[in-house]
């Protein structure tokens, strides 16, 4: 059976006709091209609904999925991942890029004195490389940790 394959074709093509029609209430400036901010979003629609219908009417052979506990480790990496996104403002940008990089690095290979040593390294090597090359402007922990 091909039938994932032709669902998603629909919910891409419906979701592209969503973005079309949202792309088509952009509210031209005074100083527009002759295109104006509409013709991006609507192109972008289009050719979203031409994938959606090649994958309706062409759909590939039924793919491998992985076993149960594939999925689990990605739904578990996403909710990390979102967490880490809230955790960064309150946290600072040092400890929760540690325990993602930690986590991840253990659900990849589980070692977890290796997963540790590679969490603290990814934290301290993004940190130097956001803040001092990048000059990004991220606190390391808190404003209110050193009072």
């Not at 005074?30 to 289009?46: C, S």
């Not at 052979?61 to 506990?69: I, V």
């Not at 986590?103 to 004195?113: D, F, G, H």
Request: proline letters at 8%.
């Amino acid at each position: 059976m091909r039938i994932s394959d032709r669902i998603f074709g629909a919910v891409v093509i419906l979701g592209s006709f969503i973005y079309v029609m949202a792309a088509r209430g952009i509210a031209k400036p005074f100083f527009a091209d002759p295109l104006g901010p509409q013709a991006f979003p609507i192109g972008v629609g289009i050719v979203a609904a031409i994938c959606g219908l090649v994958m309706v009417f062409s759909p590939d052979e039924e793919p491998d999925w992985p076993e149960m506990r594939s999925f689990l480790s990605i739904v578990g990496s996403t909710i990390l991942l979102i967490a880490y996104a809230y955790a960064l403002k309150p946290m600072g940008f040092l400890v929760p890029t540690a325990i993602a990089s930690a986590v991840i690095s253990y659900q990849i290979t589980p070692a977890p004195m290796r997963a540790v040593i590679y969490g603290l390294g990814i934290s301290v090597g993004l940190f130097v490389l956001f803040k001092f090359a990048l000059g990004l402007s991220l606190f390391a922990f808190p404003h209110d940790f050193f009072g």
